[in-house]
C-alpha cells in the first residue's frame, strides 16, 4: 500500500489524519514542521505528501519548492486554512498537485488521495524501483542508471514508462497513451509517443536500434517487456 507523509504542526489534526490513513490501509509518516517535512520527503520516499502551507522552521511553500528543486515527482497535496485565492496560487506555482482547505471532510480528502495516487500509479503494484536487465530506474525520481550511465526521464517519459509497466506484457494503443498522458481528443500527433519512446529506449535499452523491453507491436502502439 501507498506511504503517506503527513506535515502538519497541529497535533490534533496529524492524529485524526494518521488515524483515519491507517484505516484506510495506508502507511503513514509523520512530520511535526518544515525541516523535518523536508527530511522526510527526501529520505522516505513517500508516494505522496499531504502538506501543510503554515508550519514553524520552514513553511509548506517553500518545503514544497524544495522538494520539486530536488527532483521529486509525487503528488504534493497542499493543506491550508486560508481561502484566499492567491494562497491557492502560489501553492500550485511552487509544484503542489492539488490543495484542500481546512476544515474538510475526511471523505474528501481521502477521494483527493486516491485520485492522485492513480494518476501517478503509486498503490497499484507498482514498485518504485524498476529494474530492466542491468538499468535500474526510480520511478519517484525518474533516475535511470545503466552502468557507469545516469539518466533524467522527463516527465511524459516517465508517464508513458508507467503506464506500460502497469500493463507489462499486454500492447498499450498510442491513442491510449495521448488520451491519457496528454488528454488529446482528436489526437493529431501520434507522433508525439513514438519521439518521446526514441528517448526512453535511449536512456533504458542497451541497444535501442534493437529494443528488447520497450518493444513496437504494429499497427497499434508498444508494450512492455520485463
Same mark, same amino acid.
Given at each position: 500500500?501507498?506511504?503517506?507523509?503527513?506535515? @502538519?504542526?497541529?497535533?490534533?489534526?496529524?492524529?485524526?489524519?494518521? @488515524?483515519?490513513?491507517?484505516?484506510?490501509?495506508?502507511?503513514?509518516?509523520?512530520?511535526?514542521? =518544515?525541516?523535518?517535512?523536508?527530511?522526510?520527503?527526501?529520505?522516505?520516499?513517500?508516494?505522496?505528501?499531504?502538506?501543510? &502551507?503554515?508550519?514553524?522552521?520552514?513553511? =509548506?511553500?517553500?518545503?514544497?519548492?524544495?522538494?520539486?528543486?530536488?527532483?521529486?515527482?509525487?503528488?504534493?497535496?497542499?493543506?491550508?486554512?486560508?481561502?484566499?485565492?492567491? @494562497?491557492?496560487?502560489? =501553492?500550485?506555482?511552487?509544484?503542489?498537485?492539488?490543495?484542500?482547505?481546512?476544515?474538510?471532510?475526511?471523505?474528501?480528502?481521502?477521494?483527493?488521495?486516491?485520485?492522485?495516487?492513480?494518476?501517478?500509479?503509486?498503490?497499484?503494484?507498482?514498485?518504485? &524501483?524498476?529494474?530492466?536487465?542491468?538499468?535500474?530506474?526510480?520511478?519517484?525520481?525518474?533516475?535511470?542508471?545503466?552502468?557507469?550511465?545516469?539518466?533524467?526521464?522527463?516527465?511524459?517519459?516517465?508517464?508513458?514508462?508507467?503506464?506500460?509497466?502497469?500493463?507489462?506484457?499486454?500492447?498499450?494503443?498510442?491513442?491510449?497513451?495521448?488520451?491519457?498522458?496528454?488528454?488529446?481528443?482528436?489526437?493529431?500527433?501520434?507522433?508525439?509517443?513514438?519521439?518521446?519512446?526514441?528517448?526512453?529506449?535511449?536512456?533504458?535499452?542497451? @541497444?535501442?536500434?534493437?529494443?528488447?523491453?520497450?518493444?513496437?507491436?504494429?499497427?497499434?502502439?508498444?508494450?512492455?517487456?520485463?
Amino acid at each position: 500500500m501507498a506511504r503517506i507523509l503527513v506535515a @502538519d504542526d497541529e497535533k490534533d489534526m496529524v492524529v485524526g489524519l494518521r @488515524d483515519n490513513l491507517q484505516f484506510e490501509g495506508y502507511e503513514v509518516i509523520v512530520a511535526e514542521d =518544515g525541516e523535518a517535512a523536508l527530511h522526510a520527503a527526501t529520505m522516505e520516499s513517500p508516494d505522496l505528501i499531504l502538506l501543510d &502551507i503554515m508550519m514553524p522552521k520552514i513553511d =509548506g511553500l517553500e518545503c514544497c519548492r524544495r522538494i520539486r528543486q530536488a527532483g521529486f515527482t509525487f503528488p504534493i497535496l497542499m493543506l491550508t486554512a486560508k481561502s484566499q485565492e492567491i @494562497d491557492i496560487v502560489r =501553492g500550485l506555482e511552487v509544484g503542489a498537485d492539488d490543495y484542500i482547505t481546512k476544515p474538510f471532510s475526511v471523505r474528501e480528502l481521502l477521494a483527493r488521495i486516491k485520485a492522485a495516487l492513480r494518476r501517478t500509479g503509486a498503490g497499484k503494484g507498482l514498485s518504485r &524501483i524498476l529494474r530492466v536487465g542491468e538499468t535500474t530506474i526510480d520511478l519517484i525520481k525518474g533516475k535511470v542508471e545503466r552502468g557507469d550511465e545516469s539518466f533524467a526521464l522527463g516527465h511524459f517519459e516517465l508517464e508513458i514508462l508507467k503506464m506500460l509497466v502497469e500493463n507489462a506484457e499486454q500492447p498499450v494503443e498510442r491513442n491510449k497513451l495521448l488520451d491519457v498522458i496528454w488528454g488529446l481528443e482528436g489526437f493529431p500527433a501520434t507522433r508525439t509517443v513514438d519521439n518521446h519512446i526514441v528517448s526512453l529506449r535511449r536512456k533504458i535499452e542497451p @541497444d535501442p536500434k534493437h529494443p528488447r523491453h520497450i518493444v513496437t507491436v504494429h499497427s497499434i502502439g508498444y508494450k512492455f517487456v520485463p
